[in-house]
């Protein structure tokens, strides 16, 4: 089916992708949701198109295009390594611009050479950039999931804690507010009596009994997400959650490394000095940092335009080490953005795991750019 209302430079990009050595691919607009709703995290999925069949199977318009690809390639029993390319319409709803839009991108699958996968797909995409709007500048802010995972658990926060805060990671507010929550734990209020004196006798059965008599009564057991005895097992962490409360030390060491925004080059310097001061080992996390800043280097990618903040997260739950995303220096509209998402090949069903990196272009940002930059030409 022939794409309309393309941007002019629609062929141009799709001539690069070839350059690339890419196999270009296309996934259906109709998609199962049940992939999104489970993995994409929670800003993507208040925002995606639902439907359903006339089975009553739940189905989504294409709200992205990582998830289709590596369902495809998990169909298709393509080997590895294996570097896709995709330009098409994607559906979600938008705060700014159209609910319907274009995107390009690549996912490259299967690299070993994780460092230089990650070098490549970020030089890829400056070079991209750089080549349908020459001459503005360009800047690439870089954070990275594994290292803020490494640091919350040398702090030893219990694995609820961790995952809650690794959720939360790239979303300021909702980690600043994490932390608070940590830093004045409030006791958890409105359980109905009998479970909460069930809860503090600590008779995990007995709990798990009234749970099942209580779903029993009401029918609700037959439609539960969770059978009781999940739902005991939740209740007991969250009580064991609320009842956690960070030192000052701790909240501190939390706070100085989320503060951390230095010019990439200077980063590892920088995390090193953060881990020797406040004793956490995070030596293979920072391990492969090192090897993705020699990795850029060796690719011949401009350091000036690169920049690491501790703090940064990109909104898809997927990602498990490298985000970044391209903006013109001075606007705030990201052009490109990506990262590394290594657990999602085997979480939709691939038999063995598949490292796994890409990055996406919004086609009509770009196009919005190019029109300013003619617009100031002209004048």
């Known amino acids: 089916m022939p794409l309309i209302n393309l ?52 189905l989504c318009l294409r709200p992205e295009f990582t998830i ?125 009596p009998e479970i909460e004196a069930l809860l503090t006798s600590g008779n995990e059965t007995a709990l798990v009994a009234h749970l099942d008599e209580t779903m029993q009564a009401t029918g609700y057991s037959t439609n539960a997400s969770r059978s009781p005895r999940e739902i005991a097992a939740r209740l007991k962490e969250k009580r064991a959650l609320e009842k956690t409360a960070l030192d000052g030390r701790t909240l501190d060491i939390l706070k100085q490394f989320l503060s951390l925004n230095v010019p990439l080059a200077h980063a590892p310097a920088a995390l090193f000095a953060f881990a020797e001061k406040s004793g956490l080992s995070l030596d293979g996390a920072l391990s492969r940092f090192d090897a993705r800043v020699a990795a850029l280097a060796n690719a011949g990618v401009e350091p000036s335009l690169l920049s690491y903040r501790a703090a940064f997260g990109r909104p898809l739950d997927y990602y498990t080490g490298l985000v970044f995303e391209i903006v013109i220096d001075g606007s705030a509209a990201v052009l490109a953005g990506g990262g590394r998402f290594d657990r999602l090949m085997t979480l939709l069903g691939a038999r063995e795991r598949i490292p796994a990196v890409g990055f996406a272009l919004w086609l009509d940002r770009i196009e919005q750019a190019l029109a300013s930059q003619e617009g100031q030409i002209s004048r």
């Open 68 to 192: 289709p690809v590596c369902l495809r390639h998990i169909e298709t029993a393509t080997g590895t390594p294996q570097r896709y390319s995709y330009l098409g319409e994607v559906f979600r709803q938008r705060r700014e611009g159209a609910n319907e839009f274009y995107q390009a991108g690549i996912e490259d699958l299967g690299e070993t050479d994780v460092a230089s996968a990650d070098a490549r797909v970020i030089g890829d995409a400056i070079a991209i950039l750089t080549a349908r709007l020459p001459g503005r500048s360009l800047k690439v802010t870089l954070g990275d999931q594994s290292v803020f995972e490494a640091v919350v658990a040398a702090c030893g926060l219990p694995a609820g804690w961790q995952k809650r805060l690794i959720h939360a990671f790239g979303n300021p507010q909702q980690i600043d507010a994490l932390l608070t929550r940590l830093s004045n734990p409030q006791p958890v209020t409105g359980l109905d």
């Open 7 to 58: 941007p002019p430079f629609a062929a141009e990009l799709l001539a690069h992708f070839e350059r690339l050595g890419t196999l270009r691919v296309d996934t259906p607009v109709i998609q199962p949701a049940e992939p999104f709703l489970d993995m994409a995290g929670e800003d993507l999925r208040r925002r995606i198109f639902m439907t359903e069949s006339e089975t009553g199977k739940s």
